[in-house]
């Protein structure tokens, strides 16, 4: 990796150059914006779209509301244990910032002495949005577009090289993905535990969705208890 850094003609360091570029022809507003968006504002995002969808899933109810909640549970545990997987990883490839090793670049934020390869904001966000992707196909690809944007915004803002954004990317869906069968295998049982008991079943399925999923048995209960009257009649 850091061969290919120092090399200035290819591909990785001249879309850094052009993405970063973008920066310098920006009012000075927008980067302050694009700064904030990149280090917080995608990663609150992120959560709060986690946070709508299990309020959107609670509320549907059916069947699979604790598969689904576990998914969602399962969303910032994949991206803690990325960007755990991501430590060693980024010791052992050791790739400065780019613009440690490159002149020319409109760096928005400043303090990274940490090492470039890969990005954490890349694999916490693909992270989550993978794993919400099992939860819900729509906020899944609401969450993925959001992972997608942070991987862009951490290149304008001159802090890593695109392939560490890739990278980032791939470390996110491994983890989400690989994981995820064990991970469901662990959290959906816990979670219908949970949809099963007095204090906790609000987490799982709102009072609304528990109140038709009680409904509709009691009365197949009622219509099977009034046939056999009739027919002991």
Do not use: Q
């Not at 942070?150 to 695109?162: D, I, K, L, N, Q």
Request: aromatic share 10%; hydrophobic share 50%.
């Amino acid at each position: 990796m850091a061969v290919l850094a120092e090399s200035g003609s290819n591909p990785d360091v001249d879309l850094l150059y052009d993405i970063n570029g973008l920066a310098k022809d920006a009012p000075h507003w927008f980067d302050r914006g694009m700064e904030f968006v990149g280090e917080y504002g995608l990663l609150v995002a992120m959560v709060l779209l986690v946070v709508w969808c299990w309020w959107t899933v609670r509320r549907r109810g059916g069947e699979d509301s604790a598969a689904s909640v576990a998914a969602l549970v399962w969303a910032p545990v994949a991206a803690s244990l990325a960007v755990l997987v991501n430590v060693p990883i980024r010791g052992f490839v050791e790739r400065p910032r780019p613009f440690l090793d490159h002149t020319g670049l409109d760096v928005l934020v400043s303090g990274k002495t940490d090492f470039s390869f890969v990005s954490d904001h890349a694999t916490i966000t693909m992270a989550m949005g993978v794993a919400m992707f099992v939860a819900d196909r729509r906020f899944g690809l609401a969450g993925i577009g959001l992972a997608l944007f942070e991987g862009f915004c951490r290149v304008y803002m001159g802090v890593h090289y695109p392939t560490d954004v890739i990278g980032g990317f791939a470390l996110g869906t491994a983890v989400a993905l690989l994981l995820s069968p064990v991970a469901m295998a662990l959290l959906t049982p816990v979670l219908k535990a949970v949809e099963g008991s007095a204090w906790g079943g609000w987490l799982v399925r709102s009072a609304d969705a528990r109140r038709v999923g009680a409904v509709i048995p009691g009365a197949r209960t009622e219509t099977s208890g009034t046939e056999e009257r009739d027919l002991a009649a």
